[in-house]
């Protein structure tokens, strides 16, 4: 993967609080997201770091501050499986083309797909290796194929950032290694990705950069910063060790006082 | 065979006939936008706000009483949408009191000023008599409308239904599309009142989008069985009351539970069929995690 943090930027944040109704959630963030961006946003429950994705993606809009997108920007989000009512009556390409509904592709009279959508679908189906259930009810698929519809459906768009909110909350083990194998391919590929985490371990010491928040930005930078001890603390409020296996950080639970008693 | 062509021999019948149809019709179609945004519910307070805006605006202006009902209908629709979106005020009840109250209080001036008995109860449950030809005009635009709209707005629609967040952020100006929804909603519904009566609409506009679930899982598909369905229903209805002698909404609304119950008694086993021959559908499993 190649660095991260330069090439031209896309979002920046200034200075933004951001909540909903009274609650102010997140506090003086200022976050810059760049071309070449792969960051994992990483926090406990509630802290915010959902918050800070609906800003990026504008569903959200700050109390104070600022954020400067880059104009035209194309954006595409991957929301959790479980924002959607999966017995909706749509076969999977279906799905992908939904996405063809900004007023730009909404030049067209007819409802249904032209050839060269279509093909464009059936493009993106392939590529995520799902394109032999273009047909399927989306019931009909499994989780991991859930996930690989949802990335479809998003780059169908052809984006230039990709946002999802934790896309490996609810899939098996080898999903989430194929998921995070797609995402390095598409960074590769020059699409800037921004994702949201519990997953220390699964996930977010896979990615290059990372991004701890809870309530305000705690760490941001690679890795081998971000993954320590001191700054987990200050992010999940709790003792955490760190070890150092093949080259990768792992994060294991402190055991609490009394339990070590206990084994002892 | 006779007792069929008989009725065909009065015009006012040949005029209930087209009204209830086209009624079906319009009620299934929009209907499955309706049954899949989960807002039956707003379909039932909306005739119910419609029919206290007719009460209220025959009062002072008997002759434009569509046009006010309609604007009142309108008025409650959009009302009803940013109800819904501030969610957090607890959308059900408050859609309750908006449109009970409107209901109440055209019952209320109904009973004051109105003539109750017949017409009373012709509103409520439906009627066939009394149909003008401006109503048919009426219910044949908006239903041009509604098509129109379905056929323009097409995916926008589609995507906003089956998932607004993602569809807001990729493009579509989804608070206009379900504005314009609400909309047509609320014409499709003035436009159908007297033929269905303003406590059966609601069925009219969930019955038929709930079988064509059943039979179909494509949405293109679910769109054309709903409207089948929904005319099925209204022309049947529609003779069935007319040999009843009972109100023509009551017996659309009978028929279309009529093919809801056949449907679900056949379809369950189709489907149990069709879902045991699946072999890929994995539920998804958690992932273990550390860090709480």
Sequence with gaps: MTATGVGPELIRLTDVEAGYGHDTVLHSVNLHIHEDQFTGIVGPSGSGKTTLLRLLLGIVKPFSGTIDAQPGLRTAYVPQLETVNWDFPITVEECVLMAGSSPRDERRIWPWASKPEKARAMHVLERLGIDSLADRQIRQLSGGQQQRMFLARALYRQPQLLLLDEPTSGVDVSTRHDVLHLLAELHEDGVAIVLTTHDLNGMAAHLPHLVCVNHRIIADGPVEDVIRPEVLEQTFGARMEVLEHLGMRVVVDERPEHVMRAKV | ?292
């Design chain 2, 1 to 292: 065979m006779e007792s069929i062509l008989e009725p065909l021999g009065y015009t006012f019948f040949l005029k209930g006939l087209l009204v209830a149809g086209l009624s079906g019709a319009l009620l299934g179609f929009i209907g499955v936008y309706i049954v899949l945004r989960g807002m039956s519910y707003i379909g039932h307070g909306l005739s119910h706000s419609i029919f206290g805006g007719f009460a209220a605006v025959q009062l002072f202006a008997a002759q434009f009483y569509i046009l006010g009902a309609g604007l009142w209908g309108i008025a409650s629709a959009l009302a009803i949408n940013t109800v819904t979106k501030r969610s957090r005020l607890g959308a059900d009840a408050a859609i309750g009191v908006i449109t009970t109250a409107s209901f109440a209080l055209g019952v209320a001036l109904f009973a004051r000023f109105g003539s109750s008995g017949p017409s009373f109860e012709n509103a409520l449950f439906g009627s066939i008599l009394g149909i003008s030809t401006e109503q048919i005009i009426g219910l044949v635009v908006v239903s041009l409308v509604a098509v129109a709209f379905v056929f323009l707005r097409y995916r926008a629609l589609l995507f906003s239904t089956f998932d607004p967040d993602v569809a807001d952020v990729s493009g579509v100006r989804v608070s206009r599309v379900e504005a314009q929804l609400m909309i047509v909603l609320a014409l499709s519904i003035l436009a159908t009142l007297t033929v269905i009566g303003v406590t059966l609409v609601a069925a009219m506009l969930v019955i038929p989008a709930v079988v064509a679930r059943m039979l179909t899982d494509s949405f293109g598909r679910m769109l054309a069985w709903s409207t089948a369905v929904g005319t099925f229903s209204g022309l049947v209805g529609m003779y069935v009351s007319y040999y009843a002698e009972v109100p023509s909404g009551t017996m659309i609304v009978l028929v279309g539970a009529a093919i809801f119950l056949v449907v679900f008694a056949f379809a369950g086993t189709a489907r149990r069929r069709r879902s045991a021959g699946l072999d890929s559908h994995v539920e998804p499993v958690p992932a273990p995690t550390v860090a709480r």
